[in-house]
Nanobody, 120 residues
């Protein structure tokens, strides 16, 4: 089995910064695409950013220029540096990863989420 655990969420004032981390553990041969998603109250879960094993990145338009996704392949970790935070960034942030546990098939896993609250 594979577990994803997020950390780093919290309460911050508008204009502030937070750094989220995602740690993957368990039976892991390879992780391909990793990503951050978020879900605000009453809204659908949406993509924030993704990163491939080769460090190609993709961002939602709403966070471009403010958020930076990164990963450490050797430790199966992923990060999201969030700067210039806005109240509309308030949501539960989820880590997602495609993991090969030895069967040459990538299965997608989700973390339990970490709350980010930005006050105005």
């Amino acid at each position: 089995q594979v577990q994803l655990v997020e950390s780093g969420g919290g309460l911050v004032q508008a204009g502030g910064s937070l750094r989220l981390a995602c740690a993957a553990s368990g039976t892991i041969i390879e992780i391909n695409v990793m990503g951050w998603y978020r879900q605000a109250p009453g809204k659908q879960r949406e993509l924030v950013a993704t990163i491939t094993r080769g460090d190609s990145t993709n961002y939602a338009d709403s966070v471009k220029g403010r958020f930076t996704i990164s990963r450490a392949n050797t430790t199966h970790a992923m990060y999201l540096q969030m700067n210039s935070l806005k109240p509309e960034d308030t949501a539960v942030y989820y880590c997602n990863a495609g993991v090969d546990s030895g069967l040459s098939v990538f299965r997608r896993y989700w973390g339990q989420g970490t709350q980010v609250t930005v006050s105005s």
